[in-house]
């Protein structure tokens, strides 16, 4: 009995091998990263793929401790502090509610980079903390603008390019005026056009006509 007990106890100080994407790992190893270099980009980036580790490895390459080895769990982790009021309210300031804000610190350990990571990559699966918990019911949407018919739209502005190929040249914008005007922005060279090529355009912006 007591035997077994000393065995648990070894058994569960035992550091645990950190779990990485193995897909991922062996994709960023035939770029040519060092091993423990890809270990560390999926760990600190949440295990979210390749491309995040990638991006994370070329912004701390210059990093004194990048090739350290990797300490290994020794058992629980500790829990991270709440996230800081500035922290909560930087990520506020790009859209995000605080209750989404919170979520994504509490994830990332409060790392801010990967905190706004997360956040685009799990935008389908943030939940407003907000709503109110004893119906369950989610605040709803406010309606933006008029849906009264007629509705019609026009072209205020597109965008179309000026080049013999998509492989040189550049893009510019038309935009008309409250007259009705083509005007041209190509660079810094500004003037009206009375037949822009609207056929050709690669991205149209519209606006609604008002009866």
């Known amino acids: 009995m ?109 790392d801010m980079q990967r905190a706004v990571e997360w956040l685009f990559s799990h935008s389908d699966d943030v939940m407003d903390e907000d709503a109110d918990a004893g119906t369950g019911q989610q605040a709803v949407n406010e309606v933006v603008g008029d849906a009264t018919p007629p509705i019609t739209f026009r072209v205020s502005s597109f965008v179309s390019h000026k080049g013999t190929s998509v492989h040189c040249g550049h893009y510019v914008a038309h935009v008309r005026k409250d007259d009705n005007q083509w005007v041209l922005f190509n660079d810094n060279k500004v003037a009206a056009t009375p037949e822009p090529p609207i056929r050709e355009a690669y991205m149209y912006v519209l606006e609604r006509v008002k009866a």
């Open 2 to 110: 007591y035997a077994s007990f000393l065995s648990f106890i070894v058994i569960a100080s035992t550091p645990q091998e950190p779990q990485v994407d193995a897909a991922a790992l062996e994709q960023l190893e035939g770029m040519g990263f060092p091993r423990v270099r890809c270990q560390k980009a999926l760990l600190k980036t949440g295990n979210q793929g390749a491309e995040l580790a990638m991006n994370w490895l070329f912004e701390h390459m210059e990093d004194p401790d990048i090739d350290d080895p990797i300490q290994p769990a020794t058992g629980s982790r500790p829990s991270a502090p709440e996230p800081t009021a500035d922290q909560i309210s930087m990520l506020a300031d790009m859209g995000f509610t605080a209750a989404q804000a919170k979520k994504a610190l509490r994830e990332t350990d409060n």
